[in-house]
């Protein structure tokens, strides 16, 4: 079936720096969202992307969608400790139905 | 999101019993999920309902069953509960786009399984 990889798993940064998150897909996806899980929640939405190559900010965060609509990129600049959590990346396959698959995570520890 | 709430919240039980979660949403969604949650392993789909009259299975539907008794409820079933069971399940909700992209998901508070 059909898989969205994400990594990395863990990612421990330094309160300040960069980094970033990558997921891809084994198929074409239709587009692709992205959901931030803070300790103890609920996954909550971020953003939706829908066209080849398309970028998209919110503040510091900066997500990106391949140009083959298999792969995609969460770029947080500046790390805060409100940025704590687990980030999951989630791509719809028409061909599977219209329902969202979900990458495995990757769960982000902040350094102060 | 307190539009969608799931119960009960936490819940221990033993080898064979049956369960059911519960979940309810007042966000006026046609569409409603079951995942469950496993750490490294993100969230993996159960069931999926695009409305009262139409169930599918997802990735892991085995062991569980659902019941969509309105378009407000969606509850999930395990017949006979195993220890590999325990996990976080989560509810969601979703709304049909004008455009046939996926709308987001909405995802209630879950709830903690744990089999004995």
């Known amino acids: 079936g059909q898989q969205v990889m994400q990594i990395p798993q863990y990612q421990h940064v330094q309160e300040g720096e960069d980094f970033t998150t990558y997921c891809n897909s084994s198929?074409?996806?239709?587009?692709i969202q992205w959901y931030k899980q803070r300790p103890g929640g609920h996954p909550v939405f971020l953003i939706q992307?829908?066209?080849?190559?398309e970028v998209k900010k919110q503040k510091r965060l900066t997500f990106q969608f391949g140009e083959a609509k298999k792969n995609s990129s969460l770029h947080i600049t500046a790390t805060q400790t409100t940025d704590v959590g687990t980030y999951f990346c989630?791509?719809?396959?028409?061909?599977?139905?219209?329902?969202?698959?979900f990458g495995g995570g990757t769960r982000v520890l902040v350094k102060p | 999101d307190a539009d969608v709430t799931q119960t009960p919240r936490n819940r221990i039980t033993k080898t064979g019993k049956r369960i059911m979660l519960e979940c309810s949403q007042t966000?006026?969604?046609?569409?409603m999920y079951w995942y469950r949650q496993d750490p490294g392993l993100g969230l993996r789909l159960i069931y999926y309902?695009?409305?009262?009259?139409?169930?599918n299975k997802g990735e892991i539907s085995d062991g569980y069953s659902v019941s969509r008794q309105a378009q407000a409820k969606f509850s999930l079933s395990l017949e006979s509960a195993i220890p590999n069971q325990t996990a976080l399940y989560f509810c969601?909700?979703?709304?049909?786009?004008?455009?046939?992209?996926?709308?987001?998901?909405?995802f209630g508070p879950g709830t903690r399984l744990t089999v004995l």
């Open positions: 969601a909700t979703s709304d049909r786009t004008s455009l046939g992209h996926k709308a987001e998901q909405f």
């Open positions: 198929t074409t996806l239709s587009n």
């Open positions: 992307l829908v066209k080849s190559g």
């Open positions: 989630a791509g719809e396959i028409k061909a599977a139905g219209n329902k969202l698959t």
């Open positions: 966000k006026g969604h046609d569409r």
């Open positions: 309902s695009f409305d009262v009259k139409d169930i």
